[in-house]
């Protein structure tokens, strides 16, 4: 048997000052949330920042386990496109899951059962404690402290608001009693991690690209560039491809598909689709969708490389002659893509080149290109910090792993900037780029120095959620 | 402001005012502790004030139970001769030296406590952010520090 924690009352209160402190990092983005120890290399937990709401029992469910197409199933998500929390409920909610059910952060035990108001009984008592704890493993509601052992750290986008920080901490204090919070910007954590106080962070993430100058470990605030330029922004550009083709490529996402027979490139898929005795929501198929659109973006399309733009003369011919890639859909139709791998990517960085977008949101203008995003974040600031930023480009998110995206970046900047020294800094290994904050936050929230700056229980009730704004800045 | 909160040890102003005002050393190269608790010196120019040998030391640097070279910090007194003529200028310059090739770990542990260590050390004139064996090139640095001022 395991044993048994000590209730938090007799536990030093100085707990989270020592080395061993059990802090949690918990990094929310549009398409996963990201939760783990602090000190461990890799978030334990990531997990879809959709969520299925069930309308009939008006229940939510979490995690990639219960997203199967059941009857009055909708899909929604906690955060908005510009990755700031939307539906506080859902996040506290969808949190709790990640942290308490899914990473299984120690829970004080009640004091009805941790053995020291048991009357004596013969061995055989220590068992039945345990199955009695099993048992309420899925009730996290009866526990009113659940993290009340674990300092948190939390990440934000360099936009949020004063508003949205203060939430933050009042959840962490108040529904999880905490004994200790931080908050910090994912590019400073993405810089630090790059061994850079000073950097310029380009972040190429789900449903946003950003640009921030970061000098002497604080954001420059009025550096702070972002757009749409992101991986779904990406789908939608695939979608638009497979909508432009001839003949048009349907997304049949896996789960319609029942069984389907091997076709030649280019044939008419032949499948035989499931049927449900129940309507799939929009928002089901749509989630599923994305699915299929991303293991094309991370298995068909690849950035330009340059020099020069995918649509200078004599490039669209040279791509046409490379080696293409096949792509089967979930239904067993499949076909070559050549140029159009290319093509797709290219309105990241020329808005010229962007497929038309039938939604308004799709739209992109030349701005929020990434050379553009950077320009302005550049243009923005001080002309004497402009060459330590470009020396220092730090290059994160999980979009920034298309091949080829660093080399035309590093293309784009020096022609952007040619009497200037450039110098990326992009990860080589993918873990890294994919949560360069998360394991930012992870290393700092390990250090044993670190206890001095969190904003402990007792700065919160003095101070009330405006400590926050204070002291994380 | 998401810092470490690593210390500086005392004998880190002690070194450093001994190059500052005594100008007994040319540079001090700084590191954290095994522990990442505080912030140490890690050699001085007591053994000669060369700069290849400085240079050297910063490139040869490890990081006490990691694969990889280890980040340090570095305080350097240039000095050159203006191009215009006028005389040598004295620059101390802070160094943040960070190999691309380092841990993770170190790199952020050094990144966040780097404000630390330079607010404890007044007068510095210019600080300078170098990623590999490049970046701390005598010429180039100097250039950077004078700003293409000197001869």
């Not at chain 1, 398409?31 to 000190?39: E, Q």
């Not at chain 1, 293991?295 to 649509?311: C, D, M, N, Q, T």
Request: with cysteine.
């Amino acid at each position: 048997m395991a044993q048994q924690p000590l209730p938090s009352s007799v536990q030093p209160t100085d707990v989270y000052g020592g080395d061993e402190v059990s802090a949690i990092v918990l990094d929310p983005g549009y398409i996963n949330t990201r939760a783990g120890f602090a000190g461990e290399e890799m978030p334990k937990q990531v997990l879809p920042s959709f969520y299925g709401h069930i309308t009939s029992s008006n229940r939510d469910v979490f995690g990639d386990q219960a997203m199967y197409p059941r009857a009055d199933f909708e899909i929604r998500n906690y955060m908005n496109r510009d990755s700031v929390v939307e539906d506080w409920d859902a996040a506290t909610k969808i949190w709790e899951h990640a942290l308490v059910n899914r990473l299984g952060i120690p829970r004080p035990t009640p004091p009805s059962k941790n053995g020291l108001n048991n009357k004596p009984k013969p061995a055989a008592e220590g068992e039945d404690v345990e199955m009695a704890d099993e048992a309420d493993l899925d009730e996290t509601e009866n526990y009113e402290k659940p993290m009340a052992e674990n300092p948190l750290l939390m990440t934000e986008a360099a936009w949020n608001s004063p508003k949205q920080r203060e939430k933050a901490i009042e959840i962490c204090m108040e529904n999880w009693a905490c004994p200790a919070f931080w908050l910090s910007k994912t590019p400073v954590l993405a810089a630090f991690a790059a061994g850079k106080a000073t950097a310029l962070v380009l972040d190429v993430g789900g449903s946003n690209t950003s640009v921030t100058a970061i000098f002497d470990g604080m954001v420059l605030k009025r550096s702070v560039q972002r757009s749409p330029v992101g991986g779904v922004w990406l789908s939608s550009q695939i979608r638009s491809l497979f909508e432009a083709s001839e003949p048009k490529v349907e997304v049949v996402p896996t789960f319609m598909v029942e069984n389907k027979k091997p076709v030649e490139a280019g044939q008419p898929a032949d499948a035989r689709l499931k049927t449900f005795d129940f309507q799939i929501s929009p928002s089901f198929r749509a989630y599923e969708e994305e699915r299929v659109l991303k293991e094309f973006k991370e298995s068909v399309v690849e950035v330009w490389r340059g020099p020069g733009r995918y649509l200078a003369p004599g490039n669209e011919d040279y791509a046409k002659n490379l080696p293409g890639r096949v792509f089967e859909m979930p239904d067993g139709s499949n076909q070559m893509w050549r140029e159009q791998r290319f093509k797709v990517a290219e309105g990241m960085w020329d808005d010229n080149a962007a497929f038309p977008s039938a939604t308004e949101e799709g739209k992109i203008t030349k701005a929020q290109t990434v050379p553009g995003l950077i320009k302005a974040a550049l243009d923005s600031i001080d002309v004497d910090v402009r060459p330590a930023l470009l020396a220092n480009v730090v290059v994160t998110g999980s979009t920034s792993l298309l091949p080829g995206f660093t080399d035309r970046l590093n293309h784009e900047l020096t022609a952007m900037f040619p009497s200037v020294k450039v110098k990326l800094h992009a990860a080589g290994l993918s873990s890294e780029r994919r949560f360069g904050a998360w394991i930012g936050g992870s290393i700092l929230g390990s250090l044993g120095t670190f206890h001095q700056m969190w904003i402990s229980r007792k700065e919160y009730e003095e101070n009330g959620p405006g400590i926050v704004e204070k002291r994380c800045k | 402001m998401s810092q470490s909160g690593a210390t500086v040890n005392e004998e880190c102003i002690t070194a450093y005012n001994d190059l500052k005002l005594n100008k007994k050393y040319k540079y001090v190269i700084f590191k954290l502790s095994d522990d990442n608790k505080e912030i140490v010196v890690d050699s001085t120019s007591e053994s000669g004030p060369e700069y290849d040998d400085f240079r050297e030391k910063l490139i040869n640097a490890k990081t006490k139970g990691a694969v990889g070279k280890g980040p340090r910090y570095a305080v350097y007194d240039f000095e050159y001769n203006l191009a215009s003529g006028e005389g040598v200028r004295n620059k101390i310059t802070f160094i943040a030296w960070s190999p691309d090739d380092a841990g993770i770990m170190a790199k952020m542990v050094y990144a966040s406590s780097k404000e630390a260590l330079k607010r404890a050390l007044p007068g510095i004139a210019t600080e300078v952010q170098a990623n590999d064996a490049d970046d701390i090139e005598y010429d180039s640095l100097v250039k950077t520090v004078s700003k293409g001022t000197a001869a």
